[in-house]
Nanobody, 131 residues
C-alpha cells in the first residue's frame, strides 16, 4: 500500500524552479504531523532537506538550502510541497518525502534527520538540473 506519493520532479536548467508535491493518504496525513523532504544524489547518502509540522506550519531547513527552498502544506489536499528556486546542478537527486508522528508534544522533534525515525516513505521523484 502506497501511503505517500511524490510528484513534480523533472529536468531543469540551472537557475530554474520546481515545485515538488507529496500527497499523503488522509489517515497518514492526520496521524503523522511531521513530514520531511529528503534527497539522495548518486553515490551519496540520503540527506534531509526540510521538515514541516503540519499542525502549525513550523518548518526547518538544511542550513545550505533555506534561502532557496520553501516547504509548505495544504491540509485540505493532504499535501506537502517543496518549492525549489534557483536550482543548481548539485540539487540533482532523487527527492523523497517521509512522515512520522509527533511524540511527546514537542513539535521541534519533527525536525528529525534520522531516517529510521520515519514510518512512511514515498518512492521518490527525480530532479535533474543541467548547467
Amino acid at each position: 500500500q502506497v501511503h505517500l506519493v511524490e510528484s513534480g520532479g523533472g529536468s531543469m536548467e540551472a537557475g530554474g524552479s520546481l515545485r515538488l508535491s507529496c500527497v499523503a493518504s488522509r489517515d497518514i496525513y492526520s496521524n503523522n504531523r511531521c513530514i520531511s523532504w529528503f534527497r539522495q544524489a548518486p553515490g551519496q547518502e540520503r540527506e534531509r532537506v526540510a521538515s514541516i509540522y503540519t499542525w502549525n506550519g513550523n518548518a526547518q531547513y538544511a542550513d545550505s538550502l533555506k534561502v532557496r527552498f520553501t516547504i509548505s502544506h495544504d491540509g485540505a489536499k493532504n499535501t506537502v510541497y517543496l518549492l525549489m528556486n534557483n536550482l543548481r546542478t548539485e540539487d540533482t537527486a532523487m527527492y523523497y518525502c517521509a512522515a512520522k508522528p509527533l511524540y511527546g508534544g514537542d513539535w521541534s522533534s519533527c525536525f528529525e534527520s534520522d531516517q529510521s525515525a520515519y514510518q512512511y516513505w514515498g518512492r521518490g521523484t527525480q530532479v535533474t538540473v543541467s548547467s
